[in-house]
Every structure is written in C-alpha cells, then in structure tokens.
C-alpha cells in the first residue's frame, strides 16, 4: 500500500520504535533535539514523543553520512536538501576509490600549515614517484573527496579549499603538457551535465584520457546541447564522455540525457560517467562507469 505525503509527516511512532529501527538511543535522540533542534517530535496527549516516517529516513541518512566520517555537528542540524546532497556523495565501498591513508594525513597537514608552496612540492613528488594514473586515482582523488569533507565539516576553511583545487590543476596543467603527442586511435569529446560544477574532476578525467593516448576535446564543463553535437561532428569524434555526478540527477538532467539519445549521430558513441549515471535511468546503449577505473578498461579495450 503507497504512504501519503500526508501519512509520511505524521508523527506517530514512539522514541521507542525509533530507537529500535535507526539503532539511536533514546538519550541520544533527546541530545540531538535540544543541541541541533533535530529530530523535533510531536507529542500524543500524556506528552509522550512521537516522530514522523519521514524524521526516520533522515536519521537513516545522517547514520551513513556518520558512517562515513561526518561529524554530528556538521549533518544532525542540515537542512533536507543538504543531507540529500552529502548523502549522495558518499561513493560505494566498491567504487571508492583507493587511497594511502599516511599519504592523505600528510598532505592535509600541509595545507592546514598554509604553506602552498611546501605542499605543491609534496604533490609534484607524488606525481613523480605514482606515475600520472596511480597519482589521479590513489592520491588526487581520494584527497579532493577528503578535502571538500573537511571544509563541509568545517575543519578546513574555504580558502585552503580552493588553494588546495588551484594546487591540483597546476599539477595536471604540468604533467599533462609532458605527454607525448601523436597518432590517437581514439578522439573523445568530454563534458558535464548541468549544474555540477566540478571542473577540477573533469580535468583529471581528461589527463586520465590523455595518459592513455586519448585525443580529449574539452570545450567546456557544460555546454549547450547544440554546442557539444556540433563541435562532436565537426572534430569527428567517437565517443562523447558525459560526466554527472548523484547529486545533480534531476528531471531536467534526466530529459537533457533523452534528447542527447536521440540526436546523437550515428557512428559517436556515448559514454556515462559518474556517481550519478545508474541512477539516470539510462535505457539506451550507454556504457556507465561509475569507476575511473572501469572508464580506463574501456579504453584500454577500445578497438
């Protein structure tokens, strides 16, 4: 039987039943009500708390991004649409990717120092030792999740951030200007769904590319629809690589998807990447990979 919106913000289950079903304790709970004024309960006539079906999915959520390494300060009290995004974020055991723990403590206290230079170094260093695919995967990516945690947490602030991202990109602009250039068997035209804002990933994505002996055609991180088909029959590419990540999975992104489907030309294959392209509802021949590694196999496999 379907719940009702209405049904769902009723409050009607004891702290009890909550306790049981989320795993919170009753203290807890109460803490969380007067510190962070969430999970706020109804009462029944002898005063007794009662809370919602929807209070309890929230608290399903904060208990993963808990999990995760949140900080109770930093979820219990968000708003709906910030867990909804946090949560969305959280990458799967099987997709995380790997990372050296020593590695990432290092460069974090790097940047908490606020000596850039000293820090550039250090990733330079990396880079050197890793090779331009370990360093993406095993050090640049996991540090850039762990960074933007840190600054939603507010351990870091956002100039260390942003310092941190500029960092990177120097690093990528250096190491991908070094790679040999000839004959690519492959061309791939690489770009965003709206709304994601993420153009650092994309440019690891693009050295990934490169590093491979891709010919990448990067002309922007989300551009119009006619735009992207355009410059992909113009520079004859074979693949156009769209990138999206959970949290910017929406209708609108959804009917952009639809009409790419349909209009893409014959012979240019289209590629889905991202956190967020299994849950796009792809019904088509679309290629996902929700890994860098699986996008690596693709075209390593690419003939």
Not at 18 to 47: C, H, N
Not at 91 to 108: F, G, H, Q, V
Request: net charge negative; aromatic share 6%; with cysteine.
């Amino acid at each position: 039987m379907d719940i009702s919106t209405d049904e769902v913000d009723v409050p009607q289950f004891p702290i009890s039943v909550v306790e049981q079903e989320t795993g919170i304790s009753k203290e807890l709970l109460r803490m969380w009500e007067r510190r962070y004024a969430f999970p706020v309960p109804g009462r029944d006539l002898a005063g007794n708390r009662l809370y919602s079906r929807a209070q309890i999915d929230r608290l399903h959520q904060i208990n993963r991004l808990l999990a995760a390494g949140y900080r109770p300060g930093a979820v219990v009290g968000a708003d709906a649409q910030k867990i909804e995004n946090l949560v969305a974020e959280i990458p799967l055991p099987s997709t995380a990717p790997r990372e050296d723990p020593e590695t990432l403590a290092e460069a974090l206290t790097m940047l908490a120092s606020d000596r850039p230079e000293r820090l550039l170094s250090y990733l330079r260093r990396q880079l050197q030792q890793e090779g331009l695919p370990r360093f993406i995967l095993q050090v640049a990516a996991p540090l850039l999740q762990r960074v933007a945690r840190a600054r939603l947490m507010g351990e870091i602030q956002p100039y260390r951030e942003a310092c941190f991202q500029e960092l990177l990109r120097e690093c990528l602009y250096v190491a991908t200007s070094q790679l040999p250039v000839g004959a690519a068997r492959l061309r791939v035209l690489l770009a965003s769904f709206p709304g994601e804002g993420r153009s650092l990933e994309l440019q690891m994505t693009r050295a990934l590319l490169m590093g491979e002996g891709v010919d990448v055609l990067f002309i922007g991180p989300e551009p119009e629809l006619d735009d992207l088909l355009a410059a992909a029959e113009a520079c004859h590419v074979q693949v156009i690589h769209m990138a999206i990540s959970a949290a910017s999975v929406n209708l609108q992104n959804r009917e952009l998807l639809q009409d790419l489907q349909q209009r893409i030309p014959p012979g240019i294959t289209l590629w889905l990447g991202g956190s967020g392209c299994l849950e796009l509802g792809v019904a088509g021949d679309e290629s996902c990979f929700v890994r860098l590694q699986d996008m690596l196999k693709a075209i390593r496999e690419w003939s």
